[in-house]
């Protein structure tokens, strides 16, 4: 959401915090991370730094204790964002039956915080692997399967070609890319 709506200096880096909204707890990072940048806050699973996106996505800059107004637009954004890699929408797998996961109903100021983290609305772990999987072709949403093949004796009588289910644009796949290894070799992966 924060590469694709400009909201992102790539490698500036913030001091990792907590947000104070008004009437609601404190908010924060699993720990203090220190300065963090975009890579750098993929690495560590900076909460902190995704609030502050998804508060510049209302149009306004944090301020300790500030009142916050979000939309059902604000919401649409970041689900819109989310469909596009896979989470919250079918993973056209080759089954029957398949749950989108659950959407959150109420509209209010934390909970567009808790949904920039992925807390709010639920995902299934196939919408899971269709969002890893995304990320990993640079953008290219396939549909998920279980069926590779048939084969009859030693003939092979039908063979499962995935479909692409979209393309994301997004310039900034290298970085996300690069704050993804960073998770796995240096990070909280």
């Known amino acids: 959401v924060g590469y694709q709506n400009n ?7 913030i001091n990792d915090s ?18 963090i940048d975009d890579i750098t806050s993929l690495k560590t699973s900076s909460n902190y ?6 508060i510049k996505l209302t149009g306004n800059k944090y301020k300790n ?7 059902d637009e604000h919401f ?3 689900r819109n964002t989310f469909s596009s890699f896979g989470l919250g929408s079918s993973t056209g797998i080759d089954l029957e039956n398949e749950s989108t996961g659950i959407k959150g109903k109420t509209i209010a100021p934390d909970l567009l915080l ?7 609305d ?16 640079q953008g290219n949403r396939y549909s998920l399967h279980y069926l590779k093949e048939v084969k009859n004796k030693d003939k092979t009588i039908f063979t499962y070609n995935p479909n692409l289910l979209n393309k994301v644009e997004n310039s900034n796949f290298p970085r996300i890319t690069e ?9 909280t992966g």
Request: charged letters at 15%; proline letters at 3%; glycine letters at 6%.
């Open 49 to 54: 730094y995704q609030f502050i996106t998804a």
């Open 7 to 13: 909201l992102i200096e790539l490698g500036k880096k």
């Open 122 to 137: 639920t995902y299934t772990p196939l919408q899971l692997t269709n969002y890893i999987n995304t990320i990993a072709t």
């Open 179 to 187: 704050g993804f290894k960073e998770v796995l070799y240096n990070g």
């Open 18 to 35: 907590c947000v104070k909204l008004y009437l609601v707890p404190q908010k924060c990072s699993y720990k203090r991370l220190g300065y």
């Open 65 to 71: 204790n500030m009142k916050l107004e979000v939309t």
């Open 114 to 120: 808790n949904l920039s983290i992925g807390q709010y």
């Open 76 to 78: 649409n954004i970041y």
